[in-house]
Nanobody
């Protein structure tokens, strides 16, 4: 089936930038939406960003809007998350997900059937 692999995480200082990648394999996902979520220790998994590949519409959480940008490379079946002006509160494991269900709103993790293993982002103050 579909496999998602995240990469690009690391340890950075506040104000720095990182670019996360999520490569999909198993089938062509160009007709489906893909989302980024994050989860900090002791916190619930929260929505970060989504790209609707049918029309290319973008959605962001209020906490990252203006700092993060989601994009895609259809030829590589890959989605990216460019993170600028990083803050310590951005520290979390970042996950990509796809194949959303119509039973849940897109910000709910339960809406997604496929998840990557996650990549750690740590932002020091």
């Amino acid at each position: 089936q579909v496999q998602l692999v995240e990469s690009g995480g690391g340890l950075v200082q506040a104000g720095d930038s990182l670019r996360l990648s999520c490569a999909a394999s198993g089938r062509d996902l160009s007709s489906y939406s893909m989302a980024w979520f994050r989860q900090a220790p002791g916190k619930e998994r929260e929505f970060v960003a989504l790209i609707s590949w049918r029309i290319g519409k973008l959605y962001y959480a209020d906490s990252v809007k203006g700092r993060f940008t989601i994009s895609r490379d259809n030829a590589k079946n890959t989605v990216y998350l460019q993170m600028n002006s990083l803050k310590p509160e951005d520290t979390a494991v970042y996950y990509c997900a796809t194949d959303a269900s119509g039973s849940y709103v897109y910000t709910d993790p339960r809406a997604y059937n496929y998840w990557g293993q996650g990549t750690q982002v740590t932002v020091s103050s």
